[in-house]
């Protein structure tokens, strides 16, 4: 993640992690963690959290009308 007036960028994810989802509120992006689990990683830093009740090898399509469903 960058700043839109620039300034040095900074990991949101894991080294190898592609989180593409962005939920629409910016605070969370979606998207396989290392083993392949659907999680929520906070926008600002911190752990992830995993997605509950969902099997691995799972893909993130769409975000909720309500913003926290996927």
């Known amino acids: 993640m960058q700043d839109i007036n620039g300034g040095t960028p ?5 080294e190898g992690v592609l989180a593409d989802g962005v939920s629409p509120d910016g605070t969370f992006l979606v998207g396989p963690d290392p083993d392949g689990r659907l999680a929520l990683f ?3 830093g911190g752990a992830a959290r995993l997605v509950p009740g969902l099997d691995s090898g799972l893909r993130f399509v769409q975000w909720g009308e309500d913003g926290r469903s996927l």
């Open 42 to 44: 906070p926008a600002d």
């Open 10 to 14: 900074r990991a949101v994810t894991p």
